[in-house]
């Protein structure tokens, strides 16, 4: 099994920015990818962005292309991926889940979701 472990989250203005971040412990060796999802009341679970450890690969939903940024975290001893959201916009707001898996898109395991509230 894989765990999860997000921080960060909270409550911003519109045009703010947050950081999100997710560290990954227990079987590693099978993680491939790791990336973020998001659910809005009332909506589906969407993709966000995903990071694929083999070549640095990254994945973009279009909805925060240019606006999101996900790489890994060098500063950390575990295996760990930051989420840096800027020009974030009220529909952002949703709970943000951290994913890891075998493919490009992951969702093999997830985290237990971070709440992200942008204001108008």
């Known amino acids: 099994q894989v765990q999860l472990v997000e921080s960060g989250g909270g409550l911003v203005q519109a045009g703010g920015s947050l950081r999100l971040s997710c560290a990954a412990s227990?079987?590693?060796?099978?993680?491939?990818?790791m990336g973020w999802f998001r659910q809005a009341p009332g909506k589906e679970r969407e993709f966000v962005a995903a990071?694929?450890?083999?070549?640095?690969?990254?994945?973009?939903a279009d909805s925060v292309k240019g606006r999101f940024v996900i790489d890994r975290d060098t500063d950390s001893a575990k295996i760990t991926v930051v989420l840096q959201m800027n020009g974030l916009k009220p529909e952002d707001t949703a709970v943000y889940y951290c994913?890891?898996?075998?493919?490009?898109?992951?969702?093999?395991?997830w985290g237990q979701g971070t709440q992200v509230t942008v204001s108008s």
């Open positions: 227990g079987r590693t060796f099978s993680v491939y990818a």
């Open positions: 994913a890891a898996g075998r493919s490009p898109i992951p969702q093999n395991y």
């Open positions: 990071f694929s450890w083999s070549d640095g690969s990254t994945y973009y």
